[in-house]
């Protein structure tokens, strides 16, 4: 017989590019549309909302319809750094408008976006990683139903071997 060999695809690199485009195009997006509400004269409250709400419904995604490699801690962190992007781009949009001449509002209404981004990132961060799987947690309950499957095989073995005594 000929052995048929199968090429191996190697489908955990090709998640790990979707889970990091993912990322990448909600930074990009996000960024782009802070930015664009913001020149387009927004409520800082709208522009925060919106900013959260991208967060949210990234970790939505991953959540419900990851590719299953991105661990919870990592999306958590991501999240986070979600926040912090957004945090940014608020805050230099803010600092390279500021004009001397009028009040602070700008930076004022910058940093209440910034925060509100980055609070949202910070939950869902805990959030994660407060679901994550211990991994010890998994290995003693491994260890544990192994032990129990040992005693019930001996147990199983024995009987058998009292029948086998028994027949002969």
Partial sequence: MTEQTIPLID?????????????MAFAGVGSLLI?????LNQDATTVAIGAVGL???YAILVNMKGTGKLRSDQAGDNCYYLGLIYTLTSLSYAIFTFDPDKTATTIVQ?????????????VLRVFFNQSRVDLFEV???ARLELADAAAKLKGELSLISLSFKEFT
């Fill in 110 to 122: 910058g940093f209440g976006i910034a925060l509100a981004s980055t609070i949202a990132g910070l």
């Fill in 55 to 57: 967060i949210v419904i």
């Fill in 11 to 23: 489908r955990l690199q090709e998640r790990g590019l979707i889970d990091r485009w993912g990322f």
């Fill in 139 to 141: 290995e003693d309950t």
């Fill in 35 to 39: 930015l664009a509400a913001k020149r």
